[in-house]
């Protein structure tokens, strides 16, 4: 992809990937479902327009009904099983990126700590930025 803002991949390379742009937003998600994921307090994903990411390779995905009702689906590695995308039926055309599987990720800064409400004490996020509760509607 020409020009290219970043590119990442799994952790045994079998799914890479590239965007074109820089994220629309970028965010720390505190919501349980993250922190099952992750195996940590919050997931820090970057939110990018779905036409601007480019794959290689074949990731697997699990879909489930998310606390808003809204239909997740997530993509991951079907080899070493590494958390990448993520996609929700409340915002179209947006794709989620874990900020971890970026080569480079120096350049993620959150705008907002979501789901705040669920935030273990021990995890330490930034206050400099919004937080929310829950899920702030759609901008």
């Not at 720390?28 to 997931?43: N, R």
Request: hydrophobic content about 35%; charged content about 15%; proline content about 8%.
């Amino acid at each position: 992809m020409a020009g290219a803002f970043a590119s990442g991949g799994c952790l045994c390379r079998a799914v890479t990937f590239t965007v074109a742009a820089p994220p629309t937003v970028m965010s720390q998600c505190c919501c349980t479902d993250c922190q099952h994921i992750s195996g940590a307090g919050h997931l820090s994903i970057a939110r990018f327009k779905r036409g601007d990411l480019e794959v290689s390779g074949q990731p697997k995905t699990h879909s489930m009904t998310a606390d808003s009702g809204n239909a997740i689906t997530r993509y991951f590695c079907p080899d070493c099983g590494s958390r990448l995308f993520s996609e929700t039926t409340g915002r179209p055309g947006i794709i989620g990126i874990v900020a971890g599987a970026f080569d480079d990720n120096s350049w993620f800064k959150p705008d907002m700590v979501i789901f705040k409400g669920s935030q273990p004490v021990w995890d330490i996020t930034s206050c400099d930025v919004p937080c929310y509760e829950t899920m702030p509607p759609p901008t």
